[in-house]
């Protein structure tokens, strides 16, 4: 799959209504930094044809699930728009899955580096993110 694709395929999975509800900011289970990563998802455009392995997207989309589905058991509803905007952080425009002010990575010679990464777990293994 190309990242092209792979953008495409995730923003299939979000409905006009969900993309209005979006857009407006309105009666979905989602916080402002995922929201607007959803709606980048949305509105970007993406021609890049490089190649992203599917196993990777899909051990990651699981890891994502499992860890929602223990941590966040009550809000459900939510674990999409997290999984949608992780994935796209991650595979599309290559940006660590975390804002900024939570997970304090840094910036430096355009690559990221974190002090909260833990190497050995899937999902950071997954981030464009380096060990700070």
């Not at 993309?19 to 607007?36: P, Q, T, V, Y």
């Not at 392995?53 to 990651?60: D, G, T």
């Not at 425009?93 to 777990?121: F, N």
Request: proline fraction near 4%; glycine fraction near 2%.
């Amino acid at each position: 799959m190309t990242v092209s694709e792979l953008k495409d395929q995730l923003a299939s999975q979000i409905s006009s209504a969900e993309a209005d509800a979006l857009r407006s900011g309105r009666s979905l289970c989602i916080n402002d930094f995922n929201r607007k990563v959803c709606v980048r998802l949305l509105d970007n455009e993406c021609a890049d044809e490089t190649a992203v392995p599917a196993e990777r997207i899909e051990h990651l989309k699981k890891e994502l699930s499992d860890y929602l589905k223990q941590y966040m058991a009550d809000k459900p509803e939510g674990h999409k728009w997290i999984i949608l905007a992780c994935l796209y952080l991650t595979y599309v425009e290559r940006l660590p899955m975390h804002p900024q002010s939570e997970a304090t990575w840094i910036e430096k010679d355009g690559k990221y580096y974190c002090a909260a990464m833990v190497p050995e777990s899937i999902t950071c293994s997954s981030c464009v993110c380096e060990k700070r």
